[in-house]
């Protein structure tokens, strides 16, 4: 179709497949909750863009101004080179989305309801190819309610996808399935940007952005407090290991400040009998530790050594742990 | 729709199912797989014919009980009375009967007010119970002639029994009229309080459905599911109670169609922002507690003060009501329903527009 592709700002443009900038989203209320701060942000064509951040942080909100579900305060967003407000029939043809919590109709088929999504669309793929790609191919007659948490969010982004978008909005996909259904929903996702689709996808979990994202932005209180692929942003962090371990007795701040002193050590952090080092490398920093602890007659009753994840990068950064309720 | 399996594979290929079809396949779906829903709106309005139709069935004959207070002259007065074959007379004492007259089990309690006089009569009677003063008439005709009173004149009398006039004629356009409303209120309203909850509704936004296509599917599913309504309650009536349908059937079809767009409309609005179902249960008892008394579904709103009646004729479940009496009971024509059809059709253009005001489509 010719004609669509020489309207397509895309086409001729390049420009990136979101960019917003300055949004800001108060809720009305006593008090008014300002949910979103100034949020910033552009994806490019074909990248996976991950949103990750705590409960309340404005995921939700930033991504569905996005989706275009929900009117800025103020700022303004951009996806696919067109603003919401003027046609956005032609922005939602272009689009799939996943909301956080949606409750599809409980005695409607898997493949009715794929049908029905797929109705709405001017273009896109055959249901029968939606469910294959999301492996509900043997659920097709089921109802919707006879379906695991797992398969329930496959169809959902099964919904999402029908359409055949460029742009795919995933608002937590994940969140409370277990690990198996978790990965099973990781390769859906992978396959998305290996067909070049641009994916903006938020989580609690920052193993799930590792894994997907090209690059992530972490929210915390309505502002993005950093962004950037996950590997550069836990390099930033300069130690890019983490030791982890519990003695029989309280550490006292004395011992800390000695760890503190090893070489290659960025932080320590301790509370009770737990605590936790920054390190670089682990060859020089582990048989001091040990040694140290041994000198003052403490117990060692956990250690552990892994890579610093995102989840470090938030903690660097807020002080905070990322999933407080885990 | 003749049309090949294959045509049809290749035609659905070609141009995918329009919204509109899909969406309100889908709801149609939805409803008959739900077993219970089903047999609120179709079971049921026959359950209330066949109840109510047994309970007020025409009798061939009816009987009342009569008390006669004990007394010198009791006997003879039972003996008088039960020459009757429709009245059923019990001597008793004073005390038994005012008690049987307050819990309703008799309606007229008859005494001597001095004992040495037999035709010194006192009837004592509640005026507002329905049928006292039937049968205080009936009672008092009976003693008059004991008494020596001579007819001016012997009437005969022919029984008229063309169906018509029987109790279920008066509740069958009331049923529907109910039905209609509790449609509107349910398959409409709370079906989209519903999908707002779920997120369904924000889901939809999200997509390029149009909102007319969505509202135009609520309303052709509306419609549909009306049809196997109307028609079971008016068979199952006819084979009940040999229920007649007096007007035309095309009358009674446009009728229908208009009351079931108005109360689409006003189920619109009422599902227009809600956002619990509390809310939306709340909103909707206010619309419809009100009108099932108050419309004449059930019994004539001509029992209400004649001050209330040009606002009762505007609820918008009257003019159903009275419009389908009107043609389903008297035989007249659908231009006679003027007055009923214009207030109908205020009643769905003006919910329409508000409903188009102040819907809440995407939280
Ligand atoms: N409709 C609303 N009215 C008022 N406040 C709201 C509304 N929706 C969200 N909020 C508030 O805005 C803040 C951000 O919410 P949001 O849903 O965007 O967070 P989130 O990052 O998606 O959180 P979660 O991980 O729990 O989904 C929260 O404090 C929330 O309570
Ligand atoms: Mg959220």
New interface residues.
Partial sequence: MPATVSSDPIARTGSPAIKCEGLIKTYPGKPPVEAVRGISFEVQQGECYGVLGPNGAGKTTTIEILEGLLDATSGSAEVLGMRWGSNDASIQHRIGVSLQETRLSDRLTVGEIVSLFRSFYAKGITPEEALRRTSLTEKKNAWFKTLSGGQKQRLAVATALVGDPDLIFLDEPTTGLDPGSRRELWDIVKSFGAAGKTVLLTTHYMEEAEQLCDRVAIFDAGKIICEGPPRELIRALGSEHVVEFSTDRPIEQSVIDQLNKIPSVDQVSSTQADCRMSIGQPHIVLPELIRQLTDQNYGLTELATRSASLEDVFVAKTGRHLAEEV | MCLLPKQVAIWRRKC????I???TL?RL??FI??PEAVFWVYFFPILMVLVLGIAFRNQTQEVFPVDVIEGPHAAQMKQHLVQSAQINATIIDRESSRKRLRTGKTTLAISARDPADQRSIDYLLDPQRPGALQVRNLVDDRLQTAFGRTDAFTATQTEFDEPGGTFVDFLVPGLLGIGLMGGGMWGVGFAIVDMRI???L?????????RSDFLISMLISRLVFMVPQVLLLIAFSYFLFDYRVYGSLLAVTVLVFVGAMEFAAIGLVVGSRAQTLETASGLMNLVMLPMWTLCGAFFSYERFPEFFHPVIRLLPLTPIIDSLRGVMMEGESLLQQWPEMLVMVAWTVIPFTVAMVIFRW??
């Fill in positions: 995918k199912l329009h919204p079809y899909s969406i889908t779906k939805e797989r739900r779920r997120k369904l924000k889901r939809y936004m999200a997509t390029p459905m149009r995407r939280d």
